[in-house]
Each structure stands twice: as structure tokens, then as C-alpha cells.
């Protein structure tokens, strides 16, 4: 299995600032044939299901605020909120979806400082 | 707007089989890959396989030997069952649609998830 390891567990950001996750995997998520990293972001809120933020390592779901990106490649990625805003609180997961079985890093937790 | 919904018992007894069913609504059942995700409490999420609208199936290799995935497309339905189950399979589970990928894919449509607890 491939596995996804998230750093950090968790950070306090002040309203308005950056905020940085990063996803690291065992091995390669790029497709040579198609140049595309199998990679996808979720936001888990406390009572709700998580819902996908970004796929395809950089490509954001419609309806997405655009202070959610997704960068980088091959074994190396990260989800960037640009400013930070209280409804973005949650556990932010990454995903790799490059081979069965699909699986997940452990999770970041983002809080208000 | 696709909308998933899980239905089944929240209390099963160790040693006995989990049953739960997802119904979709709001969208085709076909030539999408259903999927059942969990979540222990407290803990990270865990992909637990797939039932295709045809009906093949997919298991991550240590639930395999404990689960069987149905899907009835007249319905709109796609069941999952787990076997023998102990405290450890103590979860929140998630019906989920997936796309995109060609191995696996990523999860747009979540259900809300039903907490399912295994006790005596």
C-alpha cells in the first residue's frame, strides 16, 4: 500500500494568514502517460461527511473558494489556504488514488490562533 | 445534485454481520464505482472497497476476507456487508461515489455517515 504521511498534525494560524499542509507519499502519485498526480484533498468538519477540496493534486472542485490550492508533484504536495477565514477550521486529509487500495494520510488539523 | 444516504442497524453485536445500505439520489447509479469508507473514533479514514454498477467488486486486501458489496440498480442501492465483527470494526461509515481515477479514484459524494458501534 502506498502510504501518505501528513506533516503537521496540527497548526494554529491567525485569522487572515497562510496556512501550509503538507502530504508526503511512499511513492510516486505522477502517471508518466498522462503527466497527472493522483492526489486529492479533503476538508472533515465535526459532523459532517469530508468533502473534496482539490483532485488531480492542484485542480480545485467547483464551488471552492479559491484561497484553497493544491501544489507540487510526484511524491511531495501541498494545500495552501491563502487566508485563513473561522469556517475553515477542520481536519484537512490528502488522498492518493495512483493504486489500490486507495488510502489517506493521518490528518491535519488547522485551529485559529 | 448527487445525494447519498447510509441506512442500517448503529448497535451490532461481536461476531455478528454488519449490514448497511446506501441509497442515491438525485443522479445515475450508473457507470460510477460505489465505494464504503470508515472512520474509527478519534482515528484516520480507511478505504474499505468498492461495488461497480455492474456489479464487480474491489476489497482492501485486509477487509477481503470479511466483506461482500451488492449493488441493485433498479433500486438505486448498493449494500455492504461485514463479517465477524469485533469492537475494532467501531466506526463512522461513509458511502461515497468515486471518480476520475483508473486503479482508484478520488470521492466527490459523501453520505453523511452513520456511526456504527459493535458491542454486547
Known amino acids: 500500500d502506498i502510504v501518505m504521511t501528513q506533516s503537521p498534525d496540527s497548526l494554529a494560524v491567525s485569522l487572515g494568514e497562510r496556512a501550509t499542509i503538507n502530504c508526503k507519499s511512499s511513492?510516486?502519485?505522477?502517471?508518466?502517460?498522462?503527466?497527472?498526480?493522483?492526489l486529492a484533498w479533503y476538508q472533515h468538519k465535526p459532523g459532517q461527511p469530508p468533502k473534496l477540496l482539490i483532485y488531480?493534486?492542484?485542480t480545485r472542485e467547483s464551488g471552492v473558494p479559491d484561497r484553497f490550492s493544491g501544489s507540487g508533484s510526484g511524491t511531495d504536495f501541498t494545500l495552501t489556504i491563502s487566508s485563513l477565514q473561522a469556517e475553515d477550521v477542520a481536519i484537512y486529509y490528502c488522498?492518493?488514488?495512483?493504486?489500490?487500495?486507495?488510502?489517506f494520510g493521518q490528518g491535519t488539523k488547522v485551529e485559529i490562533k | 445534485q448527487v445525494q447519498l444516504q447510509e441506512s442500517g442497524p448503529g448497535l451490532v453485536k461481536p461476531s455478528e454481520t454488519l449490514s448497511l445500505t446506501c441509497t442515491v439520489s438525485?443522479?445515475?447509479?450508473?457507470?460510477?464505482?460505489w465505494n464504503w469508507i470508515r472512520q474509527p473514533p478519534g482515528k484516520g479514514l480507511e478505504w474499505i472497497g468498492y461495488?461497480?454498477?455492474?456489479?464487480?467488486?474491489n476489497y482492501n486486501p485486509s477487509l477481503k476476507s470479511r466483506v461482500t458489496m451488492s449493488v441493485d440498480t433498479s433500486k438505486k442501492q448498493f449494500s455492504l456487508k461485514l463479517r465477524s465483527v469485533t469492537a475494532a470494526d467501531t466506526a463512522v461509515y461513509y458511502c461515497t461515489r468515486e471518480y476520475g481515477g483508473t486503479a482508484a479514484g478520488y470521492f466527490d459524494y459523501w453520505g453523511r455517515g452513520t456511526l456504527v458501534s459493535v458491542s454486547s
Open positions: 488531480w493534486a492542484s
Open positions: 438525485g443522479g445515475s447509479i450508473s457507470s460510477y464505482y
Open positions: 511513492q510516486s502519485l505522477l502517471y508518466s502517460s498522462n503527466k497527472k498526480n493522483y
Open positions: 488522498q492518493q488514488y495512483y493504486s489500490t487500495p486507495p488510502t
Open positions: 461495488v461497480y454498477y455492474s456489479g464487480s467488486t
